[in-house]
């Protein structure tokens, strides 16, 4: 194991009874990407080739050698969390943070964006009130498997 690894799919999330020897630690952007090259906190170099559609999250076992794992492990990122009050509110403030193309998380009646001015700005404007918190995207704003279906402007 003194060499790279080539991960071209995940092993699964770390079971309960494992320890992890190395972490890949990732920025949220990452959790969708198909291919890059980056390293363990131990200094391994890992180079990620996953097929179209699959992504990286926290947790996620990249190479397990008898007791010996390495997994990923997703950077927290500073994010508003909106709590509109009426679904009216909540369509209105969706429109606009995806006409701006902004990633965006929809749970449990709260839209949750990545911290930045202009959706500060938005949310003011539409006189929604928003939290600014530190938190860790299992998966990115992604919440499955699928990266991202995209779109275009043709």
């Keep these: 194991m003194d060499g790279g690894i080539l ?3 995940t092993l699964g999330p770390v079971g309960r009874d494992e320890t992890v020897s190395e972490w890949l630690t990732i920025d949220w952007q990452d959790c969708a990407r198909k291919r890059f090259r980056s390293a ?6 890992v180079a990620v080739d996953l097929e179209a559609g699959d992504g990286l999250a926290a947790g996620d076992v990249l190479w397990r050698e008898g007791t010996r794992v ?5 950077r927290p990122v500073m994010v508003l969390t909106a709590e509109p009050a009426s679904l009216t509110e909540m369509g209105l403030a969706a429109y606009h943070v995806g006409n701006l193309h902004q990633p965006c998380l929809v749970e449990e009646g709260r839209l949750v964006v990545p911290d930045d001015p202009i959706m500060e700005g938005l949310f003011q404007q539409l006189g929604i009130e ?5 938190r860790v995207l299992a998966r990115g704003f992604f919440s499955s498997r699928r990266a991202a279906l995209g779109h275009r402007h043709d």
């Design 7 to 9: 991960v071209k799919q």
């Design 40 to 45: 363990t906190d131990q200094g391994r170099a």
């Design 70 to 74: 390495i997994a990923v492990r997703v």
């Design 130 to 134: 928003f939290v600014r918190s530190p």
